[in-house]
Nanobody, 123 residues
Framework: QVQLVESGGGLVQAGESLRLSCVGS????????MGWFRQAPGKEREFVAA????????NYADAAKGRFTISRDNAKNTVYLQMNSLKPEDTAVYSC????????????????WGQGTQVTVSS
């Protein structure tokens, strides 16, 4: 079992930045590809970004390209999501997830999930 805990969410104004963190338990964090997803009220869960086990490959949703950056530090069992130029439409609960399969855009590819952290962007 892998436990994931997100942090770093909060309330910001449009144009500002946040960095989300996701810390994994245990010593096998480096074995997993990691992804970030978000879900706004009344909406389906949406893929945001993913990163492979080594950090050498990344994948971004169109809405995240050019503004968000996913990275990881396996020595710290942590994956990050740097979010710049935030927009009100970025408001959602952001969750990190882990997969033993290569990164993908479908939530079904991920087997472990954190509880999520709220990001609210005001206009």
């Amino acid at each position: 079992q892998v436990q994931l805990v997100e942090s770093g969410g909060g309330l910001v104004q449009a144009g500002e930045s946040l960095r989300l963190s996701c810390v994994g338990s245990g010593r096998t964090f480096r074995n997993y590809s990691m992804g970030w997803f978000r879900q706004a009220p009344g909406k389906e869960r949406e893929f945001v970004a993913a990163i492979n086990w080594s950090g050498g490959n990344t994948n971004y949703a169109d809405a995240a390209k050019g503004r968000f950056t996913i990275s990881r530090d396996n020595a710290k069992n942590t994956v990050y999501l740097q979010m710049n130029s935030l927009k009100p439409e970025d408001t959602a609960v952001y969750s990190c997830a882990a997969s033993t399969s290569p990164w993908g855009r479908s939530p079904s590819n991920y087997i472990y999930w954190g509880q999520g952290t709220q990001v609210t962007v005001s206009s």
